[in-house]
Nanobody, 121 residues
Framework: QVQLVESGGGLVQAGGSLRLSCAAS????????MAWYRQAPGKQRELVAAIFSGDNTNYADSVKGRFTISRDNAKNTAYLQMNSLEPEDTAVYYC???????????????WGQGTQVTVSS
């Protein structure tokens, strides 16, 4: 069984910072890409940031320069450091992991249950 558990969400004022964590657990052989998505009420889910196995990263234009994604492979954990938060960043943030289980060859994308980030104006 694989679980992705997000933490670090909450309420913050505009201009503030939050650090989200995503810990993957289970019989994991390897994790390829980890990513953060977000979905605001009434809006489509969008990719916020992704980090690949070689530590290459990709960011949405709206967060570039403000957010930083990182990973700790020893802990199977990804982080999203969010600075200079804006009300438009308010959303449920979801962590994903593209991973391979021990004893298997297939790759699957797993999703966490999400953590709420609310930025007040």
């Amino acid at each position: 069984q694989v679980q992705l558990v997000e933490s670090g969400g909450g309420l913050v004022q505009a201009g503030g910072s939050l650090r989200l964590s995503c810990a993957a657990s289970g019989r994991i052989f390897s994790i390829n890409t980890m990513a953060w998505y977000r979905q605001a009420p009434g809006k489509q889910r969008e990719l916020v940031a992704a980090i690949f196995s070689g530590d290459n990263t990709n960011y949405a234009d709206s967060v570039k320069g403000r957010f930083t994604i990182s990973r700790d492979n020893a802990k199977n954990t990804a982080y999203l450091q969010m600075n200079s938060l804006e009300p438009e960043d308010t959303a449920v943030y979801y962590c994903t992991a593209d991973l391979t289980l021990i004893g298997r060859q297939e790759k699957f994308v797993y999703w966490g249950q999400g953590t709420q980030v609310t930025v007040s104006s």
